[in-house]
């Protein structure tokens, strides 16, 4: 078991992760909301290829929709991996709270 001092150290540690997970959280919320995500009709098939394949078929404005359509993609997933990884820090954090009380 670990001591009063040690726990009290790993706990604000994980402290500081979580919250460092949140501002990340709260930065794609905000990036996803300003990133274009839907693509026109005419553009759809082109959604998930890359890029660097369809420069000489398409233009710039037609190539900058489908990279915003892929970078929100992008970010939505990072958003969620965002969020599961600061629940898997607050499990080990309230872990070490719940051990801090038995420690005397």
């Given at each position: 078991?670990?001591?009063k001092e040690s726990l009290l150290t790993n706990i604000g540690h994980?402290?500081?992760e979580i919250a460092g997970y949140?501002?990340?959280i709260d930065n794609y919320t905000?990036?996803?909301?300003?990133?274009?995500k839907d693509l026109s009709t005419e553009l759809e098939p082109y959604r998930f290829r890359k890029?660097?394949?369809l420069v000489m078929d398409l233009g710039e404005d037609q190539l900058r929709a489908i990279s915003d359509a892929q970078f929100h993609a992008k970010i939505s997933g990072t958003l969620i991996m965002e969020k599961l990884e600061q629940r898997k820090a607050?499990?080990?954090c309230d872990?070490?709270?719940a051990q801090l009380k038995e420690v005397h």
């Open positions: 078991m670990q001591t994980r402290e500081t949140q501002v990340n905000a990036m996803l909301k300003i990133i274009p890029i660097e394949e607050q499990f080990v872990a070490m709270k």
